[in-house]
């Protein structure tokens, strides 16, 4: 189920040249604020959840779910170089298996890691609101990086769906209509954070027996139907 | 063929090149500033969809929707119940809508230089009279004419209701043309920055998701460290963080200048002199934007 080499192959589409840098530069700036918060403000717990909750869980995370996720299969399609990889005798459900394990890592090495660093430096971990975003940026980055894997084989606008996804559904639907809330990636990642740390601080409106339900059904379907779009892909030409 | 016919013919052979009727074009030359502005009509065209497939019409069509459909909302209430006011101030409608805007200028600024840069038809454009400074400014300009075009048709549809509802005319007019100055400059600075961005990367979904993280990090950033000033009292930092994201830098310039109610948490706007500050971090970024497009085309596809 796993290739080693179209995961090297993705990992260099994903990390090569200046992509790494400007992929990179979101999470120093996260860093970077939550220097700036700590310095201004010193350890306070409820700054800490806004700052992690709003910016990096609501924002950040995103956005790097997007571009990992529809930069390990989008390009290649849209250049049409995927016919070469197509091409070779590995099962296509392989090669989409090994991309989500690609994208997953990206993800969660950009995301959830400076997550974690940005929570150590503005509170020390305090009342774990730390790990717990750290949890939830981690359960996350693998519901986003299949949805978007997915969009990334479905549609050659994938960053924009994925986008529209991101920002639209989840930030503004999610803040007006409460319902909008439990189909929404971000908010079953807070139900597990919130069974793992516990507290007040980080909140969900999902239950974790929905939430955690959720996140497995859409990660296995959304694989699944990509490695099923993946089987039957036409190549279409340029607009 | 040629090892057939020798070169090198005796002297005094009839050689001659035959004239097969080729003919020299004797028509006008529509020259350097037709081309221009042909490059910006169709890229302003490019940029709604139009003279390009319905699937990529669909995208810029549907974001001009739902920029002008609350506006028609808000009207129909303002007539509907009489109201002396609308609901929105004329310069806080783009504020509200700048999810929309970011949307826009994220998918159509790739759209318009990063498929000419990937499929190397750059230098066939300057193969044509235009120079650098054609391309870049009928581009700059196409792109900012689209956004002027998304972000002021709402404004108008609120100014026509406005009057239609028998609102308060030179309150309005007043209002609309603030409205305008306003969503003037925020398109040439949105499309600026999306377009310098756009055009550093020739695959088309990263320059997408790097505009979009641009705007939605750095206003996210911006009104998260504000927020945080504003609970810790330092009032005075409020509009100072403001000139860090595209957003907020119109939000202070309008409240500044313009009569808007600033967006700011605790209703800080920037003072007068901030207010010049904002206006020319504004003017700086789009002289940049400008400068740096004229940078990246200079030596591009060579």
Redesign the interface.
């Known amino acids: 189920m796993y290739d080693p080499t179209v995961a090297r192959l993705t990992y260099r589409a994903l990390l090569g040249r200046r992509?790494a840098l400007?992929l990179g530069a979101?999470p120093l700036?996260l860093i970077a604020?939550s220097v700036?918060?700590r310095a201004?403000?010193g350890a306070d717990d409820q700054?800490a959840s806004?700052?992690l909750g709003?910016?990096a869980l609501?924002?950040?995370v995103p956005?790097i779910g997007?571009?990992a996720g529809?930069?390990a299969i989008?390009?290649e399609i849209?250049d049409g170089s995927v016919v070469y990889l197509l091409s070779k005798p590995i099962k296509r459900p392989t090669i989409i298996f090994t991309k989500l394990i690609v994208a997953v890592a990206v993800t969660m090495v950009f995301s959830a890691l400076p997550t974690l660093v940005a929570g150590l430096i503005l509170n020390g971990n305090g009342q774990q609101i730390a790990v717990a975003y750290t949890v939830a940026a981690l359960v996350s980055s693998i519901a986003y990086a299949a949805l978007f894997l997915l969009l990334g084989t479905v549609s050659?606008?994938?960053?924009?769906f994925g986008?529209?996804y991101a920002?639209?559904w989840e930030?503004?639907f999610g803040s007006l209509v409460s319902g909008a809330r439990t189909l929404s990636v971000q908010q079953w990642s807070l139900a597990v954070a919130h069974k793992v740390a516990g507290g007040d601080l980080v909140t969900s409106d999902v239950g974790i027996v929905t939430a955690t339900v959720l996140l497995v059904v859409v990660t296995v379907l959304a694989t699944w139907y990509a490695g099923q779009k993946l089987r039957t892909l036409t190549l279409a030409g340029?607009? | 063929m040629a090892a057939e016919h020798p070169v090198a013919t005796p002297a005094g052979d009839q050689t001659r090149i035959h004239n097969i009727g080729y003919r020299a074009y004797d028509g006008p030359r529509l020259g350097r500033s037709y081309a221009t502005r042909s490059l910006y009509s169709q890229s302003l065209r490019g940029a709604y969809g139009l003279g390009r497939s319905v699937k990529s019409k669909v995208l810029p069509m549907l974001l001009f929707v739902v920029m002008c459909v609350p506006a028609l909302i808000m009207v129909a209430v303002a007539v509907a119940t009489k109201a002396n006011d609308l609901p929105v101030d004329y310069t806080r409608y783009a504020i509200i809508m700048q999810s929309v805007i970011c949307l826009y200028v994220a998918s159509q600024a790739p759209q318009s230089v990063s498929r000419d840069l990937r499929f190397k038809t750059v230098p066939l454009y300057f193969s044509r009279p235009i120079e650098t400074a054609d391309y870049v400014r009928a581009k700059y300009a196409a792109l900012a004419s689209a956004m002027f075009i998304l972000t002021a048709a709402p404004l108008l549809v609120l100014y026509v209701g406005a009057l239609l509802a028998k609102l308060d005319f030179t309150d309005q007019t007043k209002g609309f043309a603030q409205g305008l100055v306003s969503v003037a400059l925020l398109s040439l600075l949105f499309a600026g920055i999306g377009l310098v961005i756009a055009a550093v990367t020739p695959r088309r979904g990263f320059g997408i998701a790097a505009v979009i993280a641009v705007f939605t990090i750095s206003y996210g950033a911006v009104t998260t460290l504000q927020a945080i000033a504003d609970t810790q009292g330092s009032t005075s930092a409020i509009p100072w963080m403001g000139l860090f994201s595209p957003v907020t830098l119109i939000d202070g310039v309008q409240s500044a200048f313009l009569g808007a109610t600033p967006s700011l948490p605790g209703g800080h706007g920037p003072s007068d002199g901030q207010g010049v500050v904002y206006v020319l971090v504004v003017l700086g970024l789009i002289a940049a934007s400008y400068g740096l497009m004229m940078r990246r085309y200079k030596k591009v596809g060579l």
């Open positions: 992509r400007i979101l700036l604020i700036i918060v201004l403000v700054t806004d700052l709003g910016l609501a924002t950040m956005i997007v571009i529809t930069g989008g390009p849209d050659r606008h994938a960053v924009v986008l529209v920002l639209v930030a503004l340029e607009e």
